[in-house]
């Protein structure tokens, strides 16, 4: 697209999180009948806090905790928020700001304000939550609370249930609310397709400008820095997703690169493959997208072999997903297909079921083929209770082995690299040895890696692609060219 046209960002949407709070009632009820439990007491969460930059005074731009902002949608620090499981009556806590807020932060809103943006039945101050709660919702003597905590499954981190000064007058419930909240979130309901699709198109664009831009000479940043401005100036996406993973040369071997300590600093030489994985969040709701090339614009022949292994791999996952189909196998088949690839190229040899069998799949792609996506890049509920993770190399890196079920969005991101670190250990190992071809693999020692990934929704019989980048490789050639690519933003 050309650089000076203005996208059309989505409105707030306050009926999303209307939905989302509806939904979760709904599982709350259902679950508390089917054990048989009164429906009675209150989901509360507590919204994040900003933070200061360590003992200082400056204040980190403040993004809301994800389920906080996946039931009410409030972008502010400091707030609290509440949902009556009987009547469905949501209720804000707003924090009560110093007067002199308004002079270095600015207007102090009404509690009409929130009310009125968020669209919850009923708005108080923090400071008068224990009052609110034990005058409203303790007929029957103690309020009961379910507080939200529970383990993420990707960080093995905890989420910090709500507290307050009072709080130990009221019943607590720390084991319903996390898994119900998390199985609400695993499934998206079309508003927040829409906010996912719009954050795909806008990172989609940014990408193709990125891919237009490189050129032999520049630094990694640089390529950071193109799509971070393309997103936020024509799509008004002030946060990412993650941070941008801008990999060149043989830093596209290291999976999570970009980082403080290895901050896509390098100069980029003729003859590297890039490895951009980058992804735009629109209103909480995020994408998740990598496109490799070369940044001279033509691949070379151990470019295009590589690409083309992790393409078919992509491809096939693609035509295979739809409801009911597990997980785990999808990732068997994009190791399958990628190792049959090599071994059409001579990189291995012998029998691709032994070397399934062994695992050495995950000498080329060590991470899982994919995880759940939505308000967080790594989208909780890949591992509801039941589901363990399994050990095996590979596998024991996938966020999640679930079936699919309609209305999930899902990455399907595999790779290809050559890393030493991996190399090695099946070298000096007599069997795994076997399986591959080490002079030809001596030429690709500097290669790095290859990652396609685009975001997926399950729909009732397959999937949709919501991610619009160039995938073959004449497209991606053409398109750095400076051939025209399909805009999905409508312009204003
Ligand atoms: N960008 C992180 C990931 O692909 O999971
Ligand atoms: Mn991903
Ligand atoms: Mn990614």
Not at 64 to 70: D, K, L
Request: glycine letters at 8%; proline letters at 5%; aromatic letters at 10%.
């Amino acid at each position: 697209m050309a650089g000076s046209s203005a996208l059309a960002p989505p409105g707030f949407p306050a009926e999303l999180h209307a939905g989302n709070r509806e939904r979760l009632v709904a599982a709350l009820r259902g679950h508390l009948s089917g054990s048989a439990r009164p429906l009675r007491g209150l989901a509360l969460l507590q919204g994040g806090e900003e933070q200061n930059r360590h003992c200082t005074d400056h204040l980190e731009l403040f993004r809301q905790e994800s389920y906080f902002a996946y039931l009410f949608g409030v972008r502010e620090p400091g707030f609290y928020g509440a949902i009556d499981i009987a009547s469905g009556q949501s209720i804000l806590f707003a924090p009560r700001l110093p007067p002199d807020y308004v002079v270095w932060m600015g207007e102090i809103k009404p509690l009409s304000y929130f009310k009125d943006r968020y669209k919850v039945d009923v708005v108080f101050y923090v400071d008068e939550i224990a009052q609110v709660l034990q005058d409203k919702f303790s007929e029957h003597g103690k309020a009961l609370l379910f507080l939200l905590y529970g383990k993420s499954s990707d960080s093995g981190n905890y989420s910090k249930p709500a507290t307050f000064e009072g709080i130990e007058k009221f019943d607590t419930d720390l084991s319903t609310l996390h898994p119900i909240i998390t199985e609400c979130r695993v499934i998206k309901s079309d508003m927040e397709i829409a906010l996912m699709q719009y954050a795909n198109d806008v990172s989609s664009e940014a990408h193709i400008e990125v891919m237009r831009q490189v050129k032999p000479g520049m630094k990694e940043y640089q390529l950071e820095s193109i799509f971070l401005h393309h997103a936020y100036m024509y799509g008004a996406c002030r946060h990412c997703s993650y941070t941008c993973i801008c990999a060149t040369g043989e830093n596209s071997s290291v999976l999570h690169y970009g980082h403080t300590a290895a901050p896509n600093d390098r100069t980029l030489n003729d003859g590297d493959m890039a490895l951009m994985d980058m992804g735009a969040e629109y209103s909480f709701y995020g994408s998740d997208i990598t496109c490799s090339y070369p940044i001279n614009g033509k691949f070379n022949g151990n470019q295009t072999i590589v690409y083309n292994a992790v393409l078919k791999a992509h491809n096939a996952v693609i035509s295979h997903m739809q409801p009911g189909v597990k997980w785990i196998d999808m990732h068997k088949l994009a190791e399958q297909t990628i190792l049959e690839s090599l071994e059409k190229e001579n990189i291995i040899h012998g029998d691709i079921g032994a070397m399934m069998a062994r695992r050495l799949g995950a000498v080329f792609m060590p991470h899982g083929l994919g995880h759940l996506l939505g308000i967080d890049t790594h989208d909780p509920g890949g591992y509801p209770e039941g589901l363990e993770r399994p050990k095996e190399p590979g596998l024991s890196s996938l966020r999640t082995i679930r079936e699919l079920k309609e209305g999930m969005v899902i990455t399907v991101e595999p790779g290809c690299y050559f890393i030493d670190a991996l190399l090695r250990p099946a070298r000096d190992d007599p069997i795994s040895s076997k399986f591959f071809n080490w002079e030809e693999i001596e030429k690709y020692k500097n290669f790095g890696g290859v990652r396609i990934e685009s975001d997926l929704y399950v729909t009732a019989h397959g999937c949709k692609n919501m991610t619009n980048c160039p995938r073959e490789t004449w497209e991606i050639e053409a398109v750095m060219a400076g051939a025209p690519w399909p805009s999905c933003i409508a312009k204003t």
